[in-house]
């Protein structure tokens, strides 16, 4: 069992900045990605990236804001999101892949997850 450790959240104020990492602890590098549940929602996909990070797979609600990168040497995930807004609030989860596939993107391990809060 992979561990995927998650870094990051917290309370923003609407139109502000946060980042989110996930480190996954083994070798085996991973398509990753991530996926929120807001208050009383069922589980959304926000992002993906390929094993080499050449490729990326963004939910519409969010392309433009948010980015997707990783560390292939430390085998980190980061989510970068920008102008957050109150519906981004949600519990944030970060996710592992074994086939190097993102459309779509279907979890093998999960990470814990990290409550991001955006004010409005």
């Known amino acids: 069992q992979e561990r995927l450790v998650v870094s990051g959240g917290g309370l923003v104020q609407a139109g502000g900045s946060l980042r989110v990492s996930c480190a996954v602890s083994?070798?085996?590098?991973?398509?990753m990605g991530w996926v929120r549940q807001a208050p009383g929602k069922e589980r959304e996909f926000v992002a993906a990236?390929?094993?080499?990070?050449?490729?990326?797979n963004i939910v519409d609600s969010v392309k433009g804001r948010f980015t997707i990168s990783r560390d292939y040497a430390e085998n980190t995930v980061y989510l970068q999101m920008s102008t957050l807004k109150a519906e981004d609030t949600a519990v944030y989860y970060c996710?592992?892949?074994?086939?190097?596939?993102?459309?779509?993107?279907?979890?093998?391990?999960w990470g814990q997850g990290t409550q991001v809060t955006v004010s409005s």
């Open positions: 996710a592992a892949r074994l086939f190097d596939h993102i459309w779509p993107f279907a979890p093998d391990y």
């Open positions: 083994g070798r085996t590098r991973y398509a």
């Open positions: 990236i390929n094993r080499s990070g050449t490729s990326t």
